[in-house]
């Protein structure tokens, strides 16, 4: 399987920097060389279940303009395009998947995922190679996928696409999130119990990062594929912070030679550690491929080759008890890659 950086990213879902010409003057070398990490947590790491948890989310925050503008919706990725959204002092460009078979009459509530892509890709190509469009219609959910920030002669803003790097500032995008939540729920029906994000690669310490703020109070559940809290000397540090909502999250990583600036393992890994102690439920998947595509099949031709991921949104709806799941006790789906698992530290002994 070749890396990422080599492959087309019309072809990959998991890459971080093919293509880019943005990115500081670090290699792969400089990413932190730690040891691997137990396949478990040690028994004698401190860990803390809270009694206590928040049942229901907080309502939506406000849009920082005022008055919310109307929003493009359609099914696919190029009528879903909201090409001019303002939030704060900024314009910015995202998509907003509405599948043909929500009934804007209807009184039911549809879950509504985030959708972060990697560094050098676009909304465009993150909802090509997610299967956004027909898992959208498939599974009933809504999607809103964020292209990075641009500034006015077309050059990213973050050098790594979001803004997760110490010389960053995280202000103008953790607005647009609240921006974006706050008018799609004003403008469709969202059950505010089934908001879940997704991301990849860049996107995936970008949706780390948000879920060390607040806005973590919003979430009922992530995946993190190919994330983590990424650590690179005198350039990116992240560390976690808790939040009183211990939201279900999927670790997704590809093994030993996870590697692209970031040490991808060691990154998925602390997180991982991190969500355990902290009382999150959590599922891991490693597989052996890399910072690359993970070999993920669809369980029938007629299936996603994310259901996977879906299907662990649907079970993990907002307020469940910390470090529980359904999937305690029933186990992963039939369909679950060999290479997932529940830590052990979750399970009854």
């Given at each position: 399987?070749?890396?990422?950086?080599?492959?087309?990213?019309?072809t990959v879902l998991l890459t971080l920097c093919s293509g880019c010409t943005e990115a500081?003057?670090?290699?792969?070398?400089?990413?932190?060389?730690?040891?691997?990490?137990?396949?478990?947590?040690?028994?004698?790491?401190?860990?803390?279940?809270?009694?206590?948890?928040?049942?229901?989310?907080?309502?939506?925050?406000?849009?920082?303009?005022?008055?919310?503008?109307?929003?493009?919706?359609?099914?696919?990725?190029?009528?879903?395009?909201?090409?001019?959204?303002?939030?704060?002092?900024?314009?910015?460009?995202?998509?907003?998947?509405?599948?043909?078979?929500?009934?804007?009459?209807?009184?039911?509530?549809?879950?509504?995922?985030?959708?972060?892509?990697?560094?050098?890709?676009?909304?465009?190509?993150?909802?090509?190679?997610?299967?956004?469009?027909?898992?959208?219609?498939?599974?009933?959910?809504?999607?809103?996928?964020?292209?990075?920030?641009?500034?006015?002669?077309?050059?990213?803003?973050?050098?790594?696409?979001?803004?997760?790097?110490?010389?960053?500032?995280?202000?103008?995008?953790?607005?647009?999130?609240?921006?974006?939540?706050?008018?799609?729920?004003?403008?469709?029906?969202?059950?505010?119990?089934?908001?879940?994000?997704?991301?990849?690669?860049?996107?995936?310490?970008?949706?780390?990062?948000?879920?060390?703020?607040?806005?973590?109070?919003?979430?009922?559940?992530?995946?993190?594929?190919?994330?983590?809290?990424?650590?690179?000397?005198?350039?990116?540090?992240?560390?976690?912070?808790?939040?009183?909502?211990?939201?279900?999250?999927?670790?997704?990583?590809?093994?030993?030679?996870?590697?692209?600036?970031?040490?991808?393992?060691?990154?998925?890994?602390?997180?991982?550690?991190?969500?355990?102690?902290?009382?999150?439920?959590?599922?891991?998947?490693?597989?052996?491929?890399?910072?690359?595509?993970?070999?993920?099949?669809?369980?029938?031709?007629?299936?996603?080759?994310?259901?996977?991921?879906?299907?662990?949104?649907?079970?993990?709806?907002?307020?469940?008890?910390?470090?529980?799941?359904?999937?305690?006790?029933?186990?992963?789906?039939?369909?679950?890659?060999?290479?997932?698992?529940?830590?052990?530290?979750?399970?009854?002994?």
């Open positions: 399987m070749r890396p990422l950086a080599t492959l087309s990213l019309s500081p003057a670090v290699t792969a070398d400089a990413a932190l060389d730690a040891p691997a990490a137990e396949a478990d947590v040690p028994a004698d790491r401190g860990r803390v279940v809270p009694t206590e948890w928040p049942r229901t989310p907080p309502s939506p925050p406000p849009y920082s303009l005022g008055r919310c503008p109307v929003l493009r919706t359609g099914p696919d990725s190029a009528t879903a395009l909201n090409a001019d959204f303002p939030t704060g002092t900024s314009r910015r460009q995202f998509r907003l998947l509405v599948p043909r078979n929500y009934d804007p009459a209807g009184s039911d509530r549809w879950p509504l995922v985030f959708a972060w892509h990697w560094l050098a890709g676009t909304g465009e190509q993150m909802v090509r190679e997610a299967d956004l469009e027909r898992s959208a219609e498939r599974y009933r959910f809504l999607v809103v996928v964020p292209d990075q920030q641009r500034d006015a002669s077309d050059r990213a803003v973050n050098t790594f696409t979001w803004p997760f790097l110490l010389s960053s500032d995280p202000r103008p995008e953790q607005l647009f999130f609240d921006d974006l939540l706050a008018c799609v729920s004003g403008q469709l029906r969202v059950d505010s119990a089934r908001v879940h994000g997704m991301g990849v690669s860049a996107g995936a310490l970008w949706l780390t990062a948000l879920t060390s703020t607040p806005r973590a109070e919003y979430f009922a559940s992530v995946a993190v594929l190919s994330g983590g809290l990424g650590y690179v000397p005198s350039v990116l540090r992240m560390e976690y912070t808790p939040e009183p909502n211990k939201f279900p999250s999927l670790v997704l990583w590809g093994g030993p030679t996870d590697r692209l600036i970031v040490n991808f393992e060691d990154a998925s890994q602390r997180l991982r550690d991190a969500l355990l102690d902290d009382g999150h439920f959590v599922v891991t998947c490693t597989h052996d491929r890399g910072h690359a595509l993970p070999p993920i099949e669809a369980p029938t031709p007629e299936e996603s080759k994310f259901v996977f991921v879906w299907r662990f949104y649907s079970d993990h709806p907002y307020g469940l008890a910390p470090a529980t799941s359904p999937w305690i006790t029933a186990g992963l789906p039939a369909f679950a890659p060999s290479w997932c698992g529940i830590p052990q530290v979750l399970l009854p002994r």
